[in-house]
């Protein structure tokens, strides 16, 4: 059974850090893309990042370039999501998605875990 | 890409059939994917590039369309299908979504 179960989320003050992590199983976590999503309190979903299976390309929404990394350890089967210089439009639950294949679309999802940036 | 749903709320009753469309700004082929959300809960893919189930979603949903236009119609609500439901497209990065459609009960 396909499991991504994230953590890491807390109540941070803006322009703090934060890491997020993602912990994959019941899959071969290194055959494929993976992603963030994230979803303001009462929102729509907004895409965050890609990353591909070795690591070697990364895409980014516009609003968090500069300021958040995605990054991947295959050994571990763990997803990270680094959150720099945080601001307040950051307030969301972010959830880990795994994509299937060459599609762009995603097939599994973890529970989500909340960040709230405030002061 | 900036992707529009209609409407953006609908009232329903149980066994009736309902349509919701979503709108690409520009053509994404077939590359539109949708997804349910109940309160509370993380997204459920339902259908893939515009018209593909996505194993283990009841055949009542179903979708069509490619270019800019796309519909997901579920035949017959059931007690279930009364939450939230978000078009994707996949076509370019950053990828987008739909603002969503909920669906409640008459």
């Known amino acids: 059974e396909v499991q991504l179960v994230e953590s890491g989320g807390d109540l941070i003050q803006p322009g703090g850090s934060l890491r997020l992590s993602c912990a994959a199983s019941?899959?071969?976590?290194?055959?494929?893309?993976m992603s963030w999503v994230r979803q303001a309190p009462g929102k729509g979903l907004e895409w965050v990042a890609n990353?591909?299976?070795?690591?070697?390309?990364?895409y980014y929404v516009d609003s968090v370039k500069g300021r958040f990394t995605i990054s991947r350890d295959n050994a571990k089967n763990l997803l990270f999501l680094q959150m720099n210089t945080l601001r307040a439009e950051d307030t969301a639950v972010y959830y880990c998605?795994?994509?299937?294949?060459?599609?762009?679309?995603?097939?599994?999802w973890g529970q989500g875990t909340l960040v709230t940036v405030s002061s | 890409i900036q992707m529009t749903q209609s409407p953006s709320s609908l009232s329903a009753s149980v066994g009736d059939r309902v349509t919701i469309t979503c709108r690409a700004s520009?053509?994404?082929?077939?590359?539109l994917n949708w997804y349910q959300q109940g309160p509370g809960k993380a997204p459920k893919l339902l259908i893939h590039?515009?018209?593909n189930l996505q194993s283990g979603v009841p055949s009542r949903f179903s979708g069509s369309g490619s270019g800019t236009d796309f519909t997901l119609t579920i035949s017959s609500l059931q007690p279930e299908d009364f939450t939230t439901y978000f078009c994707q497209q996949g076509y370019s990065v950053p990828f987008t979504f739909g603002p969503g459609t909920k669906v409640d009960i008459k």
């Open positions: 019941g899959f071969t976590f290194s055959s494929h893309w």
């Open positions: 520009q053509s994404i082929r077939t590359y």
């Open positions: 998605t795994r994509i299937p294949g060459i599609e762009d679309f995603f097939d599994y």
């Open positions: 590039a515009a018209s």
């Open positions: 990353i591909k299976q070795d690591g070697s390309e990364k």
